[in-house]
């Protein structure tokens, strides 16, 4: 197994665990203690993770991994949930589109539809509105689409724009359709981020458009994170994989929130 691939292992252990043990790890990923070490004592000088005597913890209930190393966890999933969520926009529909991981393969997905590749009159066939400096970068060379991004101060972890120049790009437009991505999606709590400041301009896109979507694989449900962006009586649609059981999404589809498993 090479590094990288092995990074992103002990990462999602880290996200899925917590922590991590040196002796766990290397069994189960196949190489030895000293190599687990070695990778763990630089993603520690990476500020990825706090190392342990005897292994690693995360930093704290707000951390986030960086965009780049979060893009393998569960990617054929995210890539299920981004085609599943594409064919719901509509052409000539403004959307709105936050970052992370998913929501950057949903517009992917939207870049590559057939349909929206061209648009009667030469116009944009899809205004996609965000706040993600990475999804304006793929989505700019894209003749038919029309991106608006929103200022503000750039989050490294997640390429998100956030703060008052943000807030006063989205407190202007209206959106047809908010595309969501979430830390966290709770029954009771309902979508939430780990950042606050995420939370924030995720929360006025929402209340910007008539519609919203969250998308957010099945680990997401069921767990809270420290920020609320939303309820679930202003959610429309989850989109999720097919890990989700019937158990899982039952307090979804009660509270009048209609479920795609893609």
């Known amino acids: 197994m090479k590094r990288p691939e092995r990074w992103n292992a002990l990462l999602e252990l880290l996200a899925r665990d917590g922590r991590i043990e040196v002796e766990e790890a290397a069994a189960e990923l196949a190489v030895s203690a000293a190599t687990i070490r070695r990778d763990l004592d630089e993603l520690a000088q990476q ?9 690693a913890v995360a930093h704290n209930l707000s951390y986030d991994l960086p965009l780049r190393y979060k893009t393998a966890r569960r990617a054929s999933e995210k890539q299920r949930i981004g085609a599943a969520v594409a ?18 393969e949903i517009a992917r997905a939207i870049a590559t ?44 972890q997640s390429f998100e724009l956030m703060g008052p120049l943000a807030t ?8 047809d359709l908010a595309i969501l991505g979430v830390d966290a999606l709770d029954p009771e ?10 939370a924030s301009i995720n929360h006025l896109m929402a209340r910007r458009a008539a519609r919203v979507v969250v998308a957010a694989d099945s680990s997401k449900l069921g767990r809270r994170a420290f920020a609320r ?24 589809t009660e509270a009048g929130v209609r479920v795609i498993r893609a």
């Open 168 to 175: 006063g790009v989205l407190g202007e437009v209206s959106l």
């Open 189 to 198: 709590r309902g979508a939430a981020a780990h950042h606050e400041g995420e």
């Open 87 to 104: 064919r719901m926009v509509e052409p000539g529909a403004v959307v709105g589109l936050n970052g992370g991981t998913t929501t950057t």
């Open 47 to 55: 500020q990825m993770l706090n190392r342990t005597r005897g292994g």
């Open 113 to 156: 539809r057939g349909e929206l590749s061209g648009s009667e009159g030469g116009g944009p066939a899809v205004t996609v509105v965000t706040n993600a400096l990475n999804i304006a970068h793929e989505l700019a060379v894209r003749p038919h689409i029309k991106i608006v991004l929103t200022g503000g101060v750039a989050r490294p």
């Open 229 to 252: 962006i939303c309820t679930l009586d202003e959610i429309e649609v989850l989109v999720t994989d097919t890990g989700a059981t019937e158990e899982a999404i039952a307090p979804y």
